[in-house]
């Protein structure tokens, strides 16, 4: 079973937002990076925003001031909240969860929810 679950994912018009929840579960999540990735067809995955244990984050270049990732780990969820979204931000956006001594390839993957920005 895949610890790891996203929603939130949908068509929405260039400029507008969504929000992306990633659930985890049968994991102690609080002691997890994670991280959110986006990869459309033909192209290689890429890291949109990660965030640490402890709170701290990075993001891409490309989403720098519109996307913002958070974490709540009372509910095992982590989010990222994409806002003035583009159709080049169109892609499958997976979640990603692993140790932080871990390659993200070596840590947990959930199935992806799609993004869709076009009028």
């Known amino acids: 079973q895949v610890p790891l679950v996203e929603s939130g994912g949908g068509l929405v018009q260039p400029g507008g937002s969504l929000r992306l929840s990633c659930a985890a579960s049968g994991i102690f999540f609080r002691i997890y990076t994670m991280g959110w990735y986006r990869q459309g067809p033909g192209k290689q995955r890429e890291l949109v925003a990660g965030?640490?244990?402890?709170?701290?984050?990075n993001y891409a270049d490309s989403v720098k001031g519109r996307f913002t990732i958070s974490r709540d780990n009372a509910k095992n969820t982590v989010y990222l909240q994409l806002n003035s979204l583009k159709p080049e931000d169109t892609d499958v956006y997976s979640c990603n969860a692993r140790r932080a001594v871990q390659s993200e390839a070596a840590g947990y993957w959930g199935h992806g929810t799609q993004v869709t920005g076009s009028s």
């Open positions: 965030i640490t244990m402890g709170g701290n984050t």
